[in-house]
Every structure is written in structure tokens, then in C-alpha cells.
């Protein structure tokens, strides 16, 4: 099983990226799919996460409203588009799929290696 992360990079405060997570889980379509994040010196976080069928969605306070997470079970892939960028959302990004449990816990099965959000002031 991988979950393979990209789209990060260096951007600009008020800026946007999109994050996307390609999964080799053969059954993508039964697994709820979440994005973490550890900025430098702090724990991991929990950012968003999505049902199996698309609905419902979960953000952190910190983010909604400028974050929005997507899927495609036709393609195994989770995304989350990130606009308004701030400083403060550098940080690594992880993608993570679980079966079933609280969609912000962070006590998913498998977990991608993560991709370099670095926001500029």
C-alpha cells in the first residue's frame, strides 16, 4: 500500500497550491482519506479529511474556508486545494487513509511520506 504525495512547494502569502495524493489501495473507495501537517519544532495536526463517498468533509478550525479537500475514486486520488495562503501553514503535508474511526484522530492505517509547504511573508 503507498500514498504518494505532491503538488508542495514555495509560494507567496495570499497565494494557492493544490496538494494531491495518488493511492494504490485497491479499495480506495471504502477509506477515509485526511491530510496532516507538521510545521518545524511542533507536533502533527490534523487538517482536513474526507468520507468514502465524497460527503461528509472535516477541516480544522485553522483552515476552513481557505482549504477544501476533494477525491476521485475513479482515479484514487485525494487533493486539497489551498488558497489565501498563510505563513503560518508551512509545513510538511501528509496524506493518511484509514477504514473507519474519528476522521481527525490521527490513528490512520497507512500514510504518505509527505510534501514541503513553504509559505513566504
Known amino acids: 500500500v503507498q500514498l504518494q504525495a505532491s503538488g508542495g512547494g514555495l509560494v507567496q502569502a495570499g497565494g494557492s497550491l493544490r496538494l494531491s495524493c495518488a493511492a494504490s489501495l485497491r479499495t480506495f473507495r471504502s477509506y477515509t482519506m485526511a491530510w496532516f501537517r507538521r510545521a518545524p519544532g511542533k507536533d502533527r495536526e490534523f487538517v482536513a479529511a474526507i468520507r468514502q463517498s465524497g460527503a461528509p468533509t472535516f477541516y480544522a478550525d485553522s483552515v476552513r474556508g481557505r482549504l477544501t479537500i476533494s477525491r476521485d475514486n475513479v482515479k484514487n486520488t485525494v487533493s486539497l486545494q489551498m488558497n489565501s495562503l498563510k505563513p503560518e501553514d508551512t509545513a510538511v503535508y501528509y496524506c493518511?487513509?484509514?477504514?473507519?474511526?474519528?476522521?481527525?484522530?490521527?490513528?490512520?492505517?497507512?500514510w504518505g511520506k509527505g510534501t514541503q509547504v513553504t509559505v513566504s511573508s
Open positions: 493518511a487513509g484509514q477504514s473507519g474511526g474519528r476522521p481527525e484522530s490521527d490513528a490512520y492505517g497507512y
